[in-house]
């Protein structure tokens, strides 16, 4: 049906326009699914407040989850390969299928990328909504990231410490303003910048995040670690006008820029190993930070940390990291906290100088933009077209 978006002439031009466009976004959540997913959410809440009180409250929101995921995921399906109820995978040889697929992520880069001018508009032009765009983007990104997470169990990464900054970051960027040298929001800043410019950024280059454009997953990645960077730097220098008074200058002692930081981290292991002994220890299936670090033998950390413990005597030559020993998991908790005391020592130097924060933070974005390349130019070349020609090579096969 064709949508008429010039202005009625009269009453009746009105009329029809509005039930034309009412049709136009009624098609739209019917191929969402939003349609079908808010009737099923509606048969089972529609009990209303007697049946949520007599009904587990987790279980409620556990069927709530899958009835959302199953409905998006066969419209999804639908929508690529024209049947629900069949994995896309299982019709690559299609040549329509393969164009959806490719068009899918043509316009996948292109949001990544408009997403980033976007956000470069902003940082340039309007400082000052930095933080809701901030604030929208993040919860958005976490709740995207949770349903595709969870499909894998992959779902409690996001108790990891970074999340935890990127809420600490967005929830002060909008309760304070005006910040002097001195009070709970002075302290919170510094705190902010000292962690968001130390272990979080620096993870940027620790787990090689990347800028993938069309790549939701990478992208959400770099964002979480370089986002409440960018935000406490234009907070800390006043860029956000009225962020920080102009009359006074920042100061750091050793316990804003030391012990305050600490102490947030030690509040959040804290949680971590709960949620950890609680939860985590009782499904071996469920994969976190922790267990993917200590089996990540490729990785940089896994081997300096592994030889130091060896050097050290406290594992034996040849000994590597078990997931579930006491020792593994005391090893990865103190070799974390190490490492936020490493990258914290020099923060202080670009706290005080905004050249030398400047130059960092382009350092991180040229480090990320150059694994990006790389990427594209080294494996997604090879790839990327190989799943199509290798589909139909065993369309042909099969007839």
Known sequence: ?????????????????????????????DWAGVTEALQTLQELFGGGWTSLRSAPLRMMFQDAEGVIKTTWKRQWRKAMSGDPEK?????????????????????SFTLGVVMVFFAEYLFLVHPHAVPLFYLFTFSLLIILRYFMYHAVKYHYFLIDFCYFLNASTALQSLVCS???????????LKANFMLSHGPISMAILAWQNSLVFHSLDKMTSFFIHIMPTLLNYIIRWNII?????????LSLSLWSALLVPCAGYILWQVGYLYIQKTVIDHDPELVTSYRYMIQATKNPM???VRDLCQLIGVFEKGETYEPETYK?????VVGQFIYILVCLVPIPLIFHFKSLNTLYLLFLMVAATWRGGSYYVFQFTKTYNKKFSSSNGEAIKAE
């Open 241 to 249: 006008p009225g962020s920080v008074q102009e009359d006074i200058s």
């Open 328 to 332: 593994s998991k005391v090893v990865f």
């Open 87 to 107: 994995r896309v995978r299982d019709h690559m040889s299609s040549p329509e299928v393969q164009r959806r697929i490719k068009l899918y992520d043509t316009a």
């Open 302 to 304: 896994y081997n300096i």
């Open 178 to 188: 005006d910040i002097s040298d001195e009070g709970t929001c002075s302290t919170w």
């Open 1 to 29: 049906m064709e949508v008429d978006f010039s202005t009625a002439s009269d009453k009746g031009d009105k009329v029809d326009k509005n039930a034309d466009q009412k049709d136009w976004l009624t098609q739209i959540k």
